[in-house]
């Protein structure tokens, strides 16, 4: 057969649409929905529709149907390499798709199926968060902590930090440093300053917990013990504030020291961030 | 296609708070939300509307031909709520000359006021993408951040006092590409610029005036390109280079008490990161794939160096950095079933830092993945980090408080062996149950200090299922138990008492403390369909934490030291139904009510005051409890 013809029927094996929506009616109802069925948009979907990505239907209809019988399909139990394959045929040009390999996702089985539904009518975008957190067990807890990022209020979505189809940087990070991505939105931290807290300098992280967390200001710990970690020196800095501390000294070091990302003071003082 | 929804709701307060508004507003009143989304056969447009005039507002608007551009407008309210009735002497809140009388008058004359602060973005972002291998993406934002935060300031006394926040950042970002089958480009430009309107906060205490720092004005520069090229073996080769560099001024003339140190009255602030990625995934055959990996970051340091005149004389270090990370990965499929991955990366750190010149690590891990039951997979992974560090401490030049440097090292450059463990399972034991169950421990033993965090652990327990019932009921819930533990040693002294081997005294001793917290949260949410057309929603969720901190010291040095039993207690519940009739395919209304209940208990807040010697606070961690009912009706339209 000539399967460069127009025609879907001509192809081998291809069966054409019309058949597949005599059983799967619904399928091909949220099929004609998407933005797949746009015939504007070039690629074989225009030609093929169903078939383009579950490969020919005629042996799958000759043996009277049935789940995976002689036809492809993104059932748990598939290979995830298999699947995103299919969809890797058009979209490994898509801009962002071009760092699918090296991501964290394909190496751990994640295929294109696990985030996007493409039986869902008009968006083919998934829901972010609660698609992510279908995994991301932890994040999901984080996220509910007393401290945490704006995630469940919808206000930031994985997806603005996170690149999902894949990146050169760790954790997927849509920057090309995690402090660059703090950045966008806390530009005020980001200097130079005159006076530098070393640490802020090279990682947010080691302060801070960017899900969440059970401290305030969404700290790994609690103030003071956070700054002890570090900090041992003369009089006040290794002072242990047990519950025995008078009212006065219980409060935390960022009663002076608040300048704690940076001072741009002309003063000494700046040094120990108090100005 | 779209849905509108239009409702209205109260609020009965038992215990009111910022908190409760923390990131939404959730006033008494209207609300609702619309997205349309009209498409054709060749282009698309759609509108979203969230909580309209209200404090979290959003607005976006999009649109595109298919297959050749698409762009989209947006404006984005958050609303950034600390404390509310916070109290202060000072006169000026809001701007940033604050005046506080000496003396200072009684509490009951102080005036109260807000932290918060507003945040708004308007957005914009254009792609266009056509049939031939070029694209073109551009996005640029204005984020405005309004508010007061809370400031800490030391001037004759401590204050607790308003930070005007009056921030403006510009971002824009440009990209093109290129992209074939086996080779892709991309060159991105980015610049940003932050502008704070108040540059110095001033603080009159009586006749007496100090000036303390903001956050300085500063712009940024990056560049960026990657190349992705296919090679033979189903190999990818990805390099990618970055050139970041910030910039800033600080204008030292604005300061009135404090002399400047330089004759041009300016701090120019000049620091450039240089990055550089490189990776081969190579798919060797369907048994074996690999990942070689190397990147580098440089982070040098042009900033002007300054000597302080006033308060000491004082020179600021100019920090810089160079990091290489390398390492190998590959999964081997073992059979159809089993998939083994191990991996190996090496990192090293080189810092012009004194307490932390030198890290490297060597992190090995290795996991094992089973699917061989179409009911369940399961996965199970081990890690092991080495880190080693250096200080470029000379022991013998230490001497003073600084021989406190030969025995204490900070955590996060510590060195440290780290191991973790993961064991995770995903059930499906029916078509319509789903349950996913993980474990992991993570355990840091920092042998080598002495001074420091000595060892911590952490166990972390997540489950969660979701399933349908009889009559088309269904289930999602979720748990989670967090339990860390932490050990750490520490040497309290005074002046010339750093060594750690003199006799202690009340002023000069050894001490240590453990601290450890648990958590737990669980939540569910029901769906029930009670008659034709009408479904009942129930929800609840509950976490709380419990921690707890144990100090220990030698009893030359004192009476025992107290534990601290509530070291940020809390605890969150809600809870929620709902009933939702569908008129029609179209019309559905709602009715609901929701609880929400939060409780903050720490030590820290016990018989607080105000005013305690010559500390003066503003009561910013204390509005942390709330309870509050609300009812509310919706209405949507489907269409």
Known sequence: ?275 | HGEINAGIRANDFDDESARFDEYRDRSDGLFGSADILMDSETSFLGASVENPALDDQYYNLRGGLFGLFKGEIFYDELTHQLSYNALTPAAGIGSDVLFVPDPVPPVSAWSDFDYNVEVKTLGAQFTVDTHNPFYFKASADQQRKEGIMPYGLYNSGTFKLAMPIDYTTYNTLLETGYRSKETTAALIAGYSYFDNDFDVLTLRFGGELEEYSTPIDNYSYNFSGRVTQRLPMESLLALKAAFNHHLSEADFSKYVSIASPEADNEFDGDVRYIRGSAVLTSQWDKMLDTRLYYSYVNRENESDEITSITGGTRTNHLFEYDKHQAGLDANYRLSKVNKLSGGYEFDATDRTREDAEQTFDNLLFAQLKNTSLDWMSAMFRLEYLNRWSDSDYSEETLSGDGLIHEFFTPFDYATKDRYRAKVAFEFNPLERLGLGLSYSLVFDDYDATQFGLQKDQRHELYADANMQLPAKIKLDTYAGYEYTESEFDSRRFNPGGADPTLPPDALNFNWSEEFDYDFFVIGSKVFIPIIARLDLVLNADYQFVDGNIDFARSAAAGAPLGTITEADDYYKTTAGIKSIYKADDQWSITLGYAYEKSNLDDWRYDNFTYRSGSVYLSGDGLDRDYEVHQVYALTSYRF
């Not at chain 1, 802020?200 to 992280?205: I, S, Y």
């Not at chain 1, 519950?243 to 001072?263: N, V």
């Open chain 1, 1 to 275: 057969a000539d399967v460069s013809a127009s025609a879907p029927d001509v192809k081998m094996g291809f069966i054409g649409a019309k058949t597949c929506k005599e059983c799967h009616e619904k399928q091909y109802e949220s099929y004609t929905r998407s933005v797949h069925y746009k015939k504007s948009i070039k690629g074989p979907q225009a030609q093929d529709a169903c078939e383009t990505c579950h490969g020919p239907g005629a042996m799958h209809v000759e043996k009277g149907g049935g789940r995976g019988v002689d036809i492809f399909t993104f059932d748990k139990n598939v290979d995830p390499l298999e699947k995103s394959a299919k969809c890797l045929t058009c979209h490994d040009t898509t801009p962002g798709m071009d760092l699918w390999d090296p991501g964290v996702h394909k190496r751990n089985d994640v295929s294109c199926d696990s985030c996007h539904d493409l039986h869902v009518g008009g968006r083919q975008k998934p829901r972010d968060p609660e698609v992510c957190f279908d995994c991301h067990r932890d994040v999901k807890i984080d996220a509910n902590k007393r401290s945490h990022h704006p995630i469940l209020e919808g206000k930031i979505r994985c997806s603005s930090c996170h690149s999902p189809h894949g990146s050169l940087n760790k954790h997927m990070v849509e920057a090309d440093d995690p402090r660059e991505l703090c950045f966008k939105c806390h530009a005020d931290k980001r200097g130079p300053v005159v006076w530098e807290h070393a640490p802020v300098e090279e990682d947010c992280q080691s302060c801070h917990a960017v899900h969440g967390s059970s401290h305030a200001r969404l700290l790994l710990e609690r103030i003071p013990q956070l700054c002890q970690n570090c900090h041992d020196w003369s009089r006040h800095p290794g002072t242990p504030y047990d519950s025995t501390a008078s009212f006065t000294s219980r409060f935390e070091c960022l009663r002076c020291h608040s300048a704690i990302h940076g001072s741009n003071s002309p003063h000494a003082g700046g040094l120990r961030f108090v100005r």
